[in-house]
């Protein structure tokens, strides 16, 4: 090396150290070889990268990250590239070549330390077409004043010869640290993988946003139980998620063998067309996490708070959403009901009396043509519109219809092309050929043929018509106070390349955009009939599809260990509605057809519970429930303890999931949802939800349910001061579902306390 060299090396180090950066660099004495190593550095994380030179060629390579506080690695021996893009020369459509960020293929990759970090410039890829003229630019934020690494990426073809498809980012093999490892998989309302190394090898992958995946994040811990019966965090663990301010089209994925692989695919905008770039929507967010999954879900929540482009934050005041009917923020009981008219008017009154509160129905089958067939073209059942005037005469009865938001039948009247060639075809979403996409969804045509149904794709203008008139059909014509557009929340972005749309063909965010736009439409047209009170609510929970909409269905939230993680991020911004209590075959008749099915009432139990604990509105019952007494008692409470603490669930925020001592058995019952293996969780549930005043905490509420059949004494931890809450300046009392209160003092809350066998109350406590 000479004087130059290392003159210039240290003139760079002791710039770069100044922004979290240290490169190191060697050479062999043969000139085909050199390394160089870079340190990037924030307050709690320190990444090591290598950049490696081979015969001209050069690829960087992630060495390790660390977290400083416990001075341990987390990722595995063998790293994954940082990122690998997709890329093809033009014409060869789905045919693609992966080009790796520590491939030693690159011709050239710069570095340029910048006030925050790096930039490393990826120049061309191989010798030869069509990754000759690729490019890609990472740059790295990190500063040992602040917590955590930000990642962002920009890819172009650089000319006409290659076209760049997707980019694989956010790329790290995380090792295993035993039995107390904990992963957290934001699927549906999130689940946590206890011990993930141990169950087993599995790959999970999932579209983003959609029925899956509402956000995209992963948290990494590990924690032990403490000699007081209570979790405790065993090391520092990390978070890792893809910060995209326009919510664009991702697949995220874990794959567990030895080690935790996570990453997400973001697909690109024009893919396959020549001479295209893109950026990566946002960034990738490295943090460390002191606790657990909850923490996790604060620093999204932060993030959503202040950037993302879908947080309602001009429709949200001291009373919730402002922009969302009051009848559905204060609601709590649901039905779900596939009747006739005549049917619905006298179930639906004897549901409301029995549970003695207000009730709202998800109304199927009230439209004349078959469930899944002859869509989207919906027209009401005779005497419709006097049902739902009778039922909606007292203001304690809301009708919400079903319509669907995505599917046009390719044989829309009976076995007949009624409309679909001469008007849907041309809104369709479409492959790279051209042609619809069309999908089966079980239903079946007069013949015992199956219904094919094209995806529409929600950028067309004839579809945001045709969605807008059946919304109007329904609210204008026949006056219900709700309609439920079904997918717009659980549908994964498609792939359209139909220029004609007028969008980008491939990725990006303008599937959100245009559904996006077809909502505010609708909400527009609603107001300008004077139809504010008219509530619209989707499929699941795909966190984009939030400003426009004001209720999710979380049917789905159905699996083991699930932890309310979107309710931490989201809670107050948006009404959850209903757990389906009646889907598939049981598991008993799957793995044996003759028997029938069992703990129905404990699963009954088991969903309530966690979904009172979770602030989702209660229900998607079938109305007879009312007359099973093994379970209707049970439900009630749920329903009149939730409805008393209601403003906590719209105009409140979640806090962090009180702590019962290990103590606490656990139950297993069959869900009854559809592949799902037996579930098992804590016998007693809890939550707990607070109201602020003027910036600070008013009252929290602490729910408890127990969904056993015995009593369970119990210990709980309640994390007082990170609530907002002076133990020496609060009330506290017990309330019971049926409005029972009883005043506890503080050293009360800190002793054993016993629930009654399927049971729910409440403390709530009060900032003096």
């Not at 956010?170 to 904990?182: E, I, L, N, P, W």
């Not at 794959?255 to 893109?278: H, R, S, W």
């Not at 008692?633 to 906590?648: E, G, Q, W």
């Not at 020496?728 to 306390?753: C, H, W, Y």
Request: with cysteine.
């Amino acid at each position: 090396m000479t004087d130059f060299s290392l003159r210039f090396l240290k003139v760079l180090a002791t710039r770069c150290r100044k922004n979290a950066l240290l490169i190191v660099a060697s050479l062999s004495f043969a000139p085909l070889y050199a390394q160089t190593t870079y340190k990037v550095e924030s307050r709690d994380l320190l990444l090591l990268l290598e950049k490696q030179q081979v015969s001209g060629f050069q690829g960087l390579k992630l060495l390790s990250l660390e977290e400083k506080k416990n001075r341990r690695v987390l990722t595995a021996g063998e790293t994954p590239p940082l990122f690998t893009l997709s890329y093809s020369a033009p014409g060869a459509g789905q045919s693609q070549l992966p080009a790796h960020a520590d491939s030693v293929a690159w011709k050239q990759i710069g570095s340029a330390a910048t006030a925050d970090g790096i930039v490393f410039s990826f120049r061309g890829f191989g010798n030869s077409t069509p990754g000759s003229d690729l490019s890609v630019e990472m740059k790295l934020e990190a500063s040992p004043e602040k917590d955590g690494i930000e990642i962002s990426y920009r890819a172009a073809a650089g000319s006409g010869h290659a076209s760049v498809s997707a980019m694989t980012i956010a790329r790290f093999s995380f090792r295993d640290f035993g039995k107390q490892t904990r992963l957290f998989l934001p699927h549906g309302s999130g689940i946590v993988l206890n011990d993930p190394v141990g169950l087993g090898p599995r790959n999970w992958k999932h579209g983003y946003p959609g029925y899956a995946v509402p956000m995209p994040w992963f948290a990494l811990w590990s924690e032990s139980t403490g000699p007081d019966g209570f979790r405790t965090n065993r090391n520092t663990g990390i978070y890792l998620g893809v910060h995209d301010q326009n919510g664009s089209r991702k697949e995220i994925a874990c794959t567990i063998g030895k080690n935790i692989q996570l990453q997400v695919t973001v697909q690109a905008e024009n893919m396959y067309e020549p001479d295209n770039e893109f950026s990566i929507g946002g960034k990738t967010v490295l943090r460390t996490l002191q606790n657990d999954w909850f923490d996790g879900a604060m620093v999204y929540k932060d993030w959503v708070r202040r950037e993302a482009s879908w947080f309602p934050r001009t429709a949200l005041d001291e009373n919730g959403r402002k922009d969302s009917p009051q009848w559905i923020k204060e609601h709590s009981l649901w039905a779900m009901h596939r009747v006739s008219p005549e049917e619905m008017t006298p179930v639906m009154k004897d549901f409301r009396q029995a549970f003695g509160v207000p009730a709202a129905v998800h109304w199927y089958y009230w439209h004349k043509n078959p469930y899944d067939n002859d869509y989207p073209h919906f027209f009401p059942r005779d005497g419709f519109r006097e049902a739902v005037q009778e039922l909606q005469k007292n203001n304690d009865i809301f009708i919400m219809p079903y319509i669907n938001g995505l599917l046009w039948d390719s044989r829309d009247r009976g076995m007949e092309d009624w409309l679909y060639t001469s008007e849907a075809v041309a809104g369709t979403s479409k492959g790279t050929d051209g042609k619809p996409r069309l999908y089966t969804y079980g239903s079946k045509e007069s013949d015992g043929s199956d219904v094919r149904l094209a995806h529409m794709c929600p950028a067309t203008e004839i579809w945001q018509k045709k969605v807008l008139e059946n919304v109007l059909r329904l609210a204008r014509e026949n006056g219900t106070k709700a309609v439920y557009i079904d997918q717009v929340a659980a549908a994964i972005p498609e792939l359209c390349f139909d220029r004609s749309h007028g969008h980008p063909l491939g990725g990006g965010n303008w599937w959100n955009a245009g559904y996006r736009k077809m909502l505010e439409n609708i909400h527009a047209e609603l107001a300008r009939a004077g139809l504010n009170d008219v509530a619209i609510t989707t499929e699941c929970t795909g966190e984009t599809s939030l400003p426009i909409v004001d209720g999710f269905l979380t049917w789905h939230h159905q699996l083991e260990n699930q932890v309310p993680a979107f309710s931490a991020v989201y809670g107050g911004t948006i009404q959850m509605i209903g757990r389906d209590y009646r889907a598939g075959k049981t598991y008993a008749e799957r793995t044996e057809p003759r028997m029938k099915k069992t703990n129905e009432p404990l699963a009954c139990r088991m969903k309530a519970a966690e979904a009172l604990c979770f602030g989702e509105q209660i229900g998607w019952f079938v109305p007879t429930i009312t007359e099973e007494d093994d379970k209707f008692p049970f439900l009630k409470d749920v329903v009149h303890l939730r409805n008393r603490f209601r403003t906590y669930f719209y105009k409140g925020e979640m806090c962090r999931v009180p702590q019962l001592d290990s103590n606490v058995p656990r139950v297993t019952a069959d869900w009854n949802f559809y592949d799902s293996p037996l579930i098992s969780a804590p016998a007693l549930r809890t939550g707990a939800w607070k109201l602020a005043r003027n910036g600070k905490t008013a009252s929290v509420v602490v729910l408890f349910a127990n969904t056993s059949s015995e009593n369970i004494t119990a210990s709980v931890k309640l994390e007082l001061s990170e609530y907002g809450i002076d133990p020496k300046k609060m009330s506290v009392f017990r309330i019971d579902a049926n409005g029972g209160r009883e005043k506890l003092t503080a050293p009360q809350i800190r002793q054993p306390v016993t629930f009654t066998k399927e049971s729910v109350s409440a403390w709530e406590i009060t900032c003096l």
